[in-house]
């Protein structure tokens, strides 16, 4: 794992973390409460949407990574596929001692799940990739524990739980059935790419999802996702704000 160490191995404090936000919504509250600024010199490749902003803050070097909007249809470009692509570049031209993934997710409020609720995800797992082949049936499902943090769990009294990833809003029975299986409480359209990559490159990562809509409830996902998105993503800086503060002056180790 790429924590951070000195030239004798002994850990020294984090000094450079990688916040990855799928959507602008999300991301400009942080940006602005680290007061981080967009880099005029994108250290990824010509033509990507994706956008890097940076700063310092206490003893952190900040870089959070956005993927920006779709060339073709003018949206932020979420999904699996967009998040695995800009966390794989923002490490090789980063480095990160610790990745934080940030963002909405849906809940299910027959486990526990409220709007508003801050989850820290124990495991990632994906609940639409279906390969009825013997292992490439866990292939699809590419469960992946995420970095443990029992000191920052326990000092910020956050929820703790799983966490499905697919690259649709809705959901169908079968991929309900597929997060029954994968024991998740919050749904999101990230975090298994993302954790995918970070395991692939030995980067530790953290995930933090704020709940916007209830899928189990009585309301269109779309339409109470939509209605909630200002709020909660009003909660999710305000956690993130708490877990760096936490973060800061600790090692891999302490946290």
């Known amino acids: 794992m790429a924590a951070a160490q ?74 699996t596929i967009s998040s695995a692509l800009v966390t794989y570049a923002a490490i090789q031209a980063l480095q990160p001692d610790l990745i934080i993934n940030a963002g909405t997710a849906g809940g299910f409020k027959a486990r526990g799940a409220s709007v508003g609720d801050i989850f820290i995800a124990s495991d990632c797992a994906f609940h639409d990739r279906r390969i009825p082949i013997p292992v490439f049936d866990l292939y699809g499902v590419g469960s992946r524990k995420a970095f443990e943090t029992p000191n920052l769990v326990k000092e910020l009294d956050l929820k703790v739980a799983k966490l499905s990833t697919g690259d649709s809003l809705d959901m169908t029975e079968q991929d309900e059935s597929s997060i029954t299986a994968n024991d998740a409480t919050v749904k999101d359209m990230e975090g298994a790419a993302v954790a995918y990559v970070a395991d692939l490159l030995k980067v530790p990562a953290i995930f933090v999802k704020a709940v916007t809509d209830i899928i189990d409830g009585d309301k269109p996902t779309a339409e109470e996702f939509l209605q909630n998105l200002a709020a909660v993503t009003a909660a999710l800086d305000l956690a993130v704000e708490k877990v760096v503060n936490f973060i800061n002056g600790k090692s891999i180790s302490e946290l």
């Open 6 to 79: 000195s030239s004798g191995g002994v850990e020294r404090p984090i000094s450079n973390i990688l916040i990855v936000i799928a959507m602008q919504t999300e991301a400009q509250p942080v940006v602005n409460k680290f007061e981080l600024i967009e880099d005029p010199h994108s250290p990824f490749p010509q033509g990507v949407p994706w956008v890097r902003y940076h700063g310092k803050y206490k003893d952190l070097n900040i870089n959070l990574i956005w993927p920006g909007k779709d060339p073709i249809s003018g949206v932020d470009s979420v999904g």
